[in-house]
C-alpha cells in the first residue's frame, strides 16, 4: 500500500478511535489542536462551547506571518462531532475500504474533513518553506444545527474565501448552494377528563394535532423545498383524554420566502384546527441557518477549477438539500462551498469510505493551501 494512504489510514483511525459526540468533543480536540500545533499553526478557542452547552469551543488555527509568503488567507473547515451512536467506535480496514464494526457510525462524517486538511497541511509543509496565508476552522456541535459555527468568533477571521470538507460526495463534487433550515416546535394544550366517565368535559390536544397533521404539507413542497415533523410527544394513560401534545418540525427551502410562507402554513393549520377544538396553541420557530448560493465565477468556484484536475478530478457542481457549516461562513461574508470528501451513507452504522477518496481529499487540501 502507498505509503501517504497507509499513514491517512492510521490516523484515521487513530481520530475516529476517539469520542466525539455534539457538546463532548473536548477529548477530539485536544488531539486536534496538537496536530495543528506541529505543524506550525497558531491555535486559540473561542467559547462557543460555553454559549452552547458544551465542553470544548472551536478551534481557530492560523499560520504565523514568518512562514507565509504575501496573499490573502483562504479558510478551510471540518467539524469535530460525529452522530450518536458514535462512542466507541472501532474502525475496519477491509480492503480499499474502511468501515465501522457495525453498532456505531463510523465518524468519517467529519473525521475525513479533519484528516485531509492535517494531511493536505503535511504536504504542503514538505512541498514548499513559505505557504500562502491560511487560517483553520475546526468547528464543534455541527451535528445540532451547526450551533458551533453559528456561535464561531468570526472577528478572529481574515479569510474571505472558504472550503468546508463535509459532504457525502465524491471527491470533485461542490456544494455551491444549501437551503435556508428552520425549526419550529408546536405546543397543544387541551383539556384533561377520564376518558370513560366523562369525555365530554376533556379536549383531546391529540385529536387537535391530528387533524392539523391531515393538512400540513409534508415531504417535498416544491423542486427546492421540503417539510417535515419528526418528532410527537404526549399523553399521559390511555383512560385520559390526553391533555398536552409536543410536536417538533423542519421547512428547507433555496428560497427564503417560500420557507417563510410554508411555515406560516403549517402555523396557520395548527391554530385553526386548536381554535376549532377549544385548545391553546405555541408555536415557536427559529432559523437554524440561511441558504447560500455561491455561483460558478466565484473566487472558490475558480480555485476548485484549477485543484481538481490536478489531482485528476472533474468538477462538478451541486445543490444540497442539507447545511453545513458553509451556510454560517457565507452568512458572515466569507463565500464558501462545500466539498465532496468521499464518506458513503453518513449518520448510519453502516458508513464507509473509499481509501482513495480519502487520499483523494488530502490532495485537493494541498493544492488549495498551495492555491495550486
Same mark, same amino acid.
Given at each position: 500500500?502507498?505509503?501517504?494512504?497507509?499513514?491517512?489510514?492510521? !490516523?484515521? =483511525?487513530?481520530l475516529v478511535r476517539v469520542d466525539s459526540e455534539p457538546l463532548e468533543e473536548a477529548d477530539l480536540?485536544?488531539?486536534?489542536?496538537? $496536530?495543528?500545533?506541529? /505543524?506550525g499553526f497558531e491555535v486559540e478557542r473561542d467559547d462557543a462551547g460555553e454559549l452552547i452547552g458544551g465542553n470544548c469551543g472551536n478551534l481557530i488555527a492560523k *499560520?504565523? #506571518? #514568518?512562514?507565509?509568503?504575501?496573499?490573502?488567507?483562504? &479558510?478551510? =473547515?471540518?467539524? *469535530?462531532? @460525529?452522530?450518536?451512536?458514535? $462512542?466507541?467506535?472501532?474502525p475496519r480496514v477491509d480492503g480499499d475500504r474502511i468501515f465501522s464494526s457495525g453498532d456505531t457510525v463510523l465518524g468519517a462524517d467529519d473525521v475525513a474533513g479533519l484528516v485531509a486538511i492535517l494531511a493536505g497541511m503535511r504536504m504542503a509543509r514538505k512541498t514548499r518553506s513559505a505557504l500562502p496565508p491560511l487560517e483553520v476552522a475546526?468547528?464543534? =456541535? !455541527?451535528?445540532?444545527? *451547526?450551533?458551533?459555527? @453559528?456561535? &464561531?468568533?468570526?472577528?478572529? &477571521?481574515? #479569510?474571505?474565501?472558504?472550503?468546508?470538507?463535509?459532504?457525502?460526495?465524491?471527491?470533485?463534487?461542490?456544494?455551491?448552494?444549501a437551503p435556508t433550515h428552520i425549526k419550529f416546535d408546536v405546543d397543544i394544550v387541551g383539556r384533561a377528563a377520564h376518558a370513560g366517565i366523562n369525555p365530554q368535559d376533556g379536549v383531546s390536544a391529540i385529536r387537535a394535532a391530528g387533524a392539523a397533521l391531515s393538512r400540513v404539507p409534508f415531504g417535498w413542497v416544491d423542486e427546492n423545498t421540503t417539510a417535515n415533523i419528526g418528532v410527537i410527544r404526549g399523553g399521559e394513560a390511555m383512560n385520559i383524554v390526553c391533555e398536552r401534545v409536543h410536536l417538533v418540525g423542519e421547512v428547507r427551502s433555496h428560497d427564503d420566502a417560500v420557507a417563510e410562507r410554508v411555515l406560516k402554513e403549517i402555523e396557520a393549520c395548527f391554530a385553526y384546527?386548536?381554535?376549532?377544538?377549544?385548545?391553546? /396553541?405555541?408555536?415557536?420557530?427559529?432559523? &437554524?441557518?440561511? #441558504?447560500? @448560493?455561491?455561483?460558478e465565477d466565484s473566487d472558490a468556484v475558480r480555485l476548485l477549477r484549477n485543484a481538481l484536475p490536478s489531482i485528476g478530478r472533474s468538477m462538478t457542481l451541486e445543490l444540497s438539500n442539507g447545511g453545513t457549516d458553509a451556510n454560517q461562513f457565507n452568512a458572515h461574508g466569507?463565500?464558501?462551498?462545500? /466539498?465532496?470528501?468521499?464518506?458513503?451513507?453518513?449518520?448510519?452504522?453502516r458508513e464507509s469510505i473509499a481509501v482513495e477518496e480519502l487520499v483523494a481529499a488530502a490532495e485537493l487540501a494541498h493544492c488549495l493551501i498551495l492555491r495550486d
Open positions: 500500500m502507498h505509503t501517504t494512504a497507509a499513514s491517512l489510514i492510521d !490516523e484515521f =483511525c487513530e480536540a485536544q488531539v486536534v489542536e496538537r $496536530k495543528l500545533i506541529e /505543524l *499560520l504565523p #506571518s #514568518s512562514v507565509c509568503c504575501d496573499g490573502e488567507p483562504i &479558510l478551510l =473547515c471540518a467539524h *469535530l462531532d @460525529r452522530v450518536p451512536p458514535g $462512542k466507541g467506535v472501532k475546526i468547528t464543534v =456541535c !455541527e451535528e445540532k444545527g *451547526l450551533q458551533g459555527s @453559528r456561535h &464561531l468568533d468570526y472577528s478572529k &477571521l481574515r #479569510s474571505k474565501v472558504g472550503f468546508v470538507f463535509d459532504a457525502a460526495r465524491p471527491v470533485g463534487v461542490v456544494v455551491s448552494g384546527e386548536a381554535a376549532r377544538s377549544g385548545a391553546k /396553541l405555541d408555536f415557536q420557530a427559529s432559523v &437554524l441557518y440561511k #441558504s447560500y @448560493r455561491v455561483g466569507i463565500e464558501s462551498v462545500g /466539498l465532496g470528501i468521499g464518506f458513503e451513507q453518513a449518520h448510519s452504522t
